[in-house]
């Protein structure tokens, strides 16, 4: 009976307000006020969430009293994150469409997976890291600051910081560079100045 107790509970404190906030916001258009507007919304209901946060439609969060977040993360459209084994997503990252990370991997049982369990490992997602399209993060990886993962990537093991990966498994691409930039905003090229 407590174990019923804890999980209406769950269901209620997180799972419940989050598809919620998801049916009322998931029908908006994806533009800069939105997803901040949703962002704003969805703070509530993670571990740790700081300022910034913005989210695109149709996001899932599993377990999201496990995963914190820091400041000015984007997370576009479709992504599926498991918190379950306890996800950390520093500042400044940006997830693309469609990326999975997933803290919990599946065992066997009898030849099959429908009777195994599940083993919980964290995620870490270093500052300023961009995964691409896509990707795939595994159970238990480290992914240092300042990585680009290209997309379609599956990562399977720790990534040091400032490099990019690619490919299933992920391997090293070579070093990150910072490269100065030429930014168009509405329609209006920025020197800088």
């Not at 029908?27 to 997803?35: C, E, G, V």
């Not at 469609?98 to 065992?107: E, F």
Request: hydrophobic share 45%.
């Amino acid at each position: 009976m407590k174990g019923l107790i804890a999980e209406l509970k769950y269901q209620f404190r997180y799972r419940l307000p989050m598809w919620i906030v998801g049916l009322l916001t998931n029908w908006w258009p994806d533009n800069r006020m939105t997803i901040k507007v949703r962002g704003a919304m969805m703070r509530p209901f993670f571990k740790k969430c700081g300022r910034n946060f913005r989210i695109s439609k149709n996001v899932t969060f599993a377990s999201p009293h496990n995963i914190e977040i820091g400041k000015d993360v984007y997370i576009a459209i479709g992504a599926w994150l498991n918190g379950l084994g306890g996800l950390v997503i520093e500042d400044g990252v940006k997830i693309s469409p469609y990326v999975v990370i997933d803290t919990c991997v599946h065992t066997f049982k009898n030849n099959s997976v429908a009777f195994g369990g599940s083993i919980l490992e964290p995620i870490r997602i270093g500052h300023g890291s961009w995964l691409a399209a896509h990707v795939v993060v595994r159970a238990g990886v480290s992914i240092g600051p300042g990585v680009l993962v290209a997309g379609n990537a599956a990562v399977t093991k720790d990534v040091p910081e400032n490099v990019m990966v690619g490919g299933v498994p992920a391997k090293m691409m070579g070093s990150r560079r910072d490269k100065d930039d030429s930014l168009v905003v509405h329609g209006r090229f920025i020197d800088g100045e």
